[in-house]
């Protein structure tokens, strides 16, 4: 079998440029695509944890990323009134342990575009077909243009339009968890100085935070519902369920709800898992979201990516660029981890959204049951060295 060297990555959110990055320092010649006219900048904030620690430092990245961290000193949990259920410190508030780190996600994809730079990098690039052939795979463009590739890897989430044109729908699933998730930014307005506030009632919860900036605050609506969205992409639809849901559920909702009208940086979706046998075909392989989503609700989406992109990375430098044994080796080392960590989003979106009023000691018992299942979960991969 011929060695690989071209590859096209798809998807320039974290998975990609993590790829990329392996892909060049092991030999490869990679160039990353994205469909947007630019990067996504700001967003929530997401978590690297257990072994994927480990990688941000091979990769040189750790400092900066903790230069650029988000860091909450102190969350609190509230009820309905407002009243204070539990004050916590804000580590142990964002379930991080040691040297785990919390970065909003623009700034961690920033920091990877970076260690990248001399990787070539496209923009609003859209792809309507890919096509496989004996000793190689070729990619049609939007706009016509051919180009063909020794492999192709899809980084481009859990909606990944590389997952669709490569796999066959019965190759994959896509398993509701029965929630939704909503994320939008806010002014300040409760004075939350480097701080969260939770709160939880019906299966419904809200959680607002404020870190670097004091004037801004982001607000996030989780929510368990077995109503299915007409349209699931159409924002109208989304607020006015939004709405149905939280309207008059107490502490900040109407406020909120008031405040998500008005707002150009706002995210939905379901809150789903996405469960394959395989995470390649041919000369296709997908990685994070795309390929092994284990929910928003996990914490874990960026774990994930990086531990994928290294280890597919590798695998394939181990393998000489012989990529049926390196995309075999792929499925079967990660597997396991994937595993873990799915069934802790699954654990997550079962027990955190719950019918019963939060208390004190629910709070806590809760709290210390996902620190120690997230420990095992983010740490169940042994990684090997390359």
Not at 103 to 120: A, C, F, N, Q, T
Not at 134 to 155: A, P, S
Not at 311 to 321: F, H, P, R, V, W
Request: aromatic residues 10%; hydrophobic residues 40%; negative net charge.
């Amino acid at each position: 079998m011929a060695k690989v060297n071209k590859i096209l990555v798809i998807g320039a959110s974290i998975a990609g440029p993590a790829v990329c990055y392996w892909l060049k320092k092991f030999g490869f010649s990679p160039t990353l695509i994205e469909r947007n006219d630019t990067l996504s900048k700001g967003g929530y904030a997401i978590d690297v944890r257990g072994i994927a620690v480990d990688i941000i430092k091979k990769m040189g990245i750790y400092e900066k990323i903790c230069d650029m961290r988000t860091q909450l000193e102190t969350g609190y949990y509230v009820d309905a009134n407002g009243n204070i259920l539990l004050k916590e410190q804000g580590e142990k508030f964002g379930f991080k342990q040691g040297e785990e780190v919390e970065i909003v996600r623009g700034d961690l994809v920033e920091i990877l575009m970076h260690s990248i730079k001399d990787i070539p990098c496209y923009f609003s690039q859209v792809i309507d077909q890919i096509e496989q052939y004996d000793g190689t795979v070729r990619v049609t463009f939007k706009n016509g243009r051919t180009e063909n590739y020794d492999l192709i890897i899809g980084t481009d989430g859990v909606h990944s339009t590389t997952r669709g044109m490569a796999f066959a729908e019965d190759e994959y699933d896509l398993i509701g968890l029965g929630s939704y998730l909503s994320v939008f930014s806010i002014p300040n307005y409760l004075n939350l100085n480097r701080s969260g506030m939770f709160f939880e009632l019906n299966q419904k919860s809200i959680h607002i935070t404020s870190d670097k900036n004091v004037n801004t605050a982001f607000a996030a609506f989780t929510f368990r519902s077995s109503e299915k969205l007409n349209n699931i992409r159409d924002e109208k639809e989304q607020k006015s369920f939004l709405k149905r849901m939280f309207l008059n559920l107490g502490w900040e909702s109407n406020n909120l709800l008031d405040l998500m009208d008005n707002n150009n940086n706002f995210y939905f979706d379901a809150i789903m898992q996405v469960k394959m046998k395989s995470w390649t075909k041919g000369r296709v392989v997908l990685v994070g979201d795309s390929a092994y989503c284990a929910s928003p609700l996990s914490g874990q989406g960026t774990s994930l990516a990086l531990v994928g992109a290294y280890i597919l990375s590798g695998e394939l430098k181990e393998a000489d660029g012989n990529y049926s044994t390196a995309f075999n080796q792929y499925n079967i080392l990660l597997r396991p981890y994937i595993k873990a960590n799915q069934e802790f989003g699954a654990w997550v979106s079962e027990g955190f959204l719950s019918s019963a009023e939060l208390s004190k000691d629910k709070v806590e018992l809760r709290a210390d049951n996902a620190l120690e299942r997230l420990q095992t979960a983010s740490n169940s991969i042994e990684l090997p060295e390359y």
